[in-house]
């Protein structure tokens, strides 16, 4: 039998093949996606600012349905007739708005007027009664280093600076017809949009669903409702607790006979909103105006258990009862938001601050549940099974 010899190696092997970039570097198909997505947001973004004029009453309007609509659903659910199911709601909603802007705003600024005009005279008698303290302790009367005419002069600029703008935009718009007009108009798109969208939510809502990729259905939903459970929760938990505060507030300072007890009573539910500094803020300002008013003691005190009294009740009641404990928002992260926000869009980075501000945190926690699942973090090999436990939504 014929052993055939072994057939010498090549001196020169072809080159191994190179591997797909894809399996190579999986990360590029992921970073060039969120590339795109990233500049079509920011595109739509700069869009949305550039016409802010016509945006913002739709933004409004659509946050004005996205907050009644529980209530119209509700309403039809109780077979209250369609027709007003829709206008009872926003019929209610505009006209707390234009009472509000006709009867409590102009009593208002006319308060804060006269509150500037006011308190630098209590301010001073303060300076006088400390004058023989202050001389005993540095030889110098403090009425000499604080001069009564300075310290008028800085308290009416600060109320000219702060309602200053207000009052200049109020005027030109009630002198000018063409301002009013435009303001009428937009007010009129502000009630269209909240219509329609409250007739069409729903309907809207299924025909996004529908157009949504089918393999990617499921997971958007579940982000999209997370989402909304976040703003919602935030939105209409604060414009509750916001309200309740502001009744109480307003209603007890009333009764105690607070100086400018309609501004004050707003301002400190505004202020309550921001968790545990908000609350002593609001007592000490309050504190303030009645002692500058001389107000009775027992005022004063009753003043401090009005605001403790009503955070008892809102650690025991209405935050778990009422609003709930669902994860939702920092209420200082959403001011700070805010801010930012208004600074670098104007009006529409106000109104878009919230929504922005709950997809990025679910955004952000999807992410952190995708690496705490991933190989990156947990040291297996790609093909090995990610115990339940060790997948955790939140950071």
């Given at each position: 039998?014929?052993?055939?010899?072994?057939?010498?190696?090549?001196?020169?092997?072809?080159?191994?093949?190179?591997?797909?970039?894809?399996?190579?570097?999986?990360?590029?198909?992921?970073?060039?996606?969120?590339?795109?997505?990233?500049?079509?947001?920011?595109?739509?973004?700069?869009?949305?600012?550039?016409?802010?004029?016509?945006?913002?009453?739709?933004?409004?309007?659509?946050?004005?349905?996205?907050a009644?609509?529980?209530?119209?659903?509700?309403?039809?659910?109780?077979?209250?007739?369609?027709?007003?199911?829709?206008?009872?709601?926003?019929?209610?909603?505009m006209?707390?708005?234009?009472?509000?802007?006709?009867?409590?705003?102009?009593?208002?600024?006319?308060?804060?007027?006269?509150?500037s005009?006011?308190?630098?005279?209590?301010?001073?008698?303060?300076?006088l009664?400390?004058?023989?303290?202050?001389?005993?302790?540095?030889?110098?009367?403090?009425?000499?280093?604080?001069?009564?005419?300075?310290?008028?002069?800085?308290?009416?600029?600060?109320?000219?600076?702060?309602?200053?703008?207000?009052?200049?935009?109020?005027?030109?718009?009630?002198?000018?017809?063409?301002?009013?007009?435009?303001?009428?108009?937009?007010?009129?798109?502000?009630?269209?949009?909240?219509?329609?969208?409250?007739?069409?939510?729903?309907?809207?809502?299924?025909?996004?669903?529908?157009?949504?990729?089918?393999?990617?259905?499921?997971?958007?939903?579940?982000?999209?409702?997370?989402?909304?459970?976040?703003?919602?929760?935030f939105?209409?938990?604060?414009?509750?607790?916001?309200?309740l505060?502001?009744?109480v507030?307003?209603?007890?300072?009333?009764?105690?006979?607070?100086?400018?007890?309609?501004?004050m009573g707003?301002?400190?539910?505004?202020l309550?909103?921001?968790?545990?500094?908000?609350?002593?803020?609001?007592?000490?300002?309050?504190?303030?105006?009645?002692?500058?008013?001389?107000?009775?003691?027992?005022?004063?005190?009753?003043?401090?258990?009005?605001?403790?009294?009503?955070?008892?009740?809102?650690?025991?009641?209405?935050?778990?009862?009422?609003?709930?404990?669902?994860?939702?928002?920092?209420?200082?992260?959403?001011?700070?938001?805010?801010?930012?926000?208004?600074?670098?869009?104007?009006?529409?980075?106000v109104?878009?601050?919230?929504?922005?501000?709950?997809?990025?945190?679910?955004?952000?926690l999807?992410?952190?549940?995708?690496?705490?699942?991933?190989?990156?973090?947990?040291?297996?090999?790609?093909?090995?099974?990610?115990?339940?436990?060790?997948?955790?939504?939140?950071?």
């Amino acid at each position: 039998m014929q052993i055939t010899p072994p057939t010498p190696s090549d001196p020169h092997p072809p080159p191994p093949r190179p591997r797909a970039i894809a399996s190579t570097f999986p990360w590029q198909p992921l970073f060039f996606k969120t590339l795109l997505l990233g500049s079509a947001l920011a595109a739509s973004l700069w869009l949305v600012v550039r016409l802010r004029v016509v945006t913002a009453p739709i933004l409004i309007g659509f946050f004005i349905a996205y907050a009644l609509n529980p209530l119209v659903v509700r309403l039809r659910r109780w077979r209250v007739p369609p027709v007003l199911a829709l206008t009872v709601p926003v019929a209610a909603v505009m006209s707390l708005a234009l009472v509000f802007a006709v009867f409590v705003l102009p009593q208002m600024a006319r308060d804060f007027l006269h509150a500037s005009e006011s308190t630098p005279g209590s301010l001073y008698n303060y300076v006088l009664r400390a004058d023989p303290w202050v001389e005993q302790l540095s030889g110098r009367k403090l009425s000499d280093v604080i001069p009564y005419r300075n310290l008028s002069g800085t308290v009416q600029a600060l109320a000219g600076a702060l309602i200053g703008p207000a009052q200049s935009q109020f005027a030109a718009l009630v002198s000018s017809a063409r301002d009013l007009a435009v303001a009428a108009g937009k007010l009129l798109l502000v009630i269209v949009v909240a219509f329609f969208l409250l007739d069409d939510y729903e309907r809207a809502v299924r025909t996004i669903d529908s157009l949504l990729p089918r393999r990617h259905v499921a997971e958007v939903r579940r982000v999209v409702d997370r989402i909304d459970d976040v703003m919602a929760g935030f939105v209409r938990g604060q414009l509750l607790l916001f309200g309740l505060a502001t009744c109480v507030l307003t209603g007890g300072m009333a009764a105690l006979d607070v100086p400018f007890w309609l501004v004050m009573g707003p301002l400190a539910a505004v202020l309550y909103l921001v968790p545990y500094v908000g609350v002593v803020s609001g007592a000490a300002l309050t504190v303030l105006l009645q002692l500058l008013a001389n107000a009775d003691g027992w005022r004063v005190v009753a003043a401090i258990g009005l605001f403790a009294l009503f955070y008892a009740v809102d650690l025991i009641a209405i935050t778990p009862r009422m609003i709930g404990n669902r994860v939702g928002l920092p209420p200082l992260a959403v001011l700070l938001g805010i801010i930012a926000f208004g600074e670098l869009f104007g009006v529409i980075g106000v109104l878009l601050a919230v929504p922005l501000l709950a997809c990025g945190r679910i955004l952000l926690l999807e992410a952190i549940g995708r690496y705490r699942a991933s190989t990156t973090y947990l040291g297996a090999d790609p093909g090995a099974v990610v115990p339940a436990a060790d997948v955790k939504d939140e950071p």
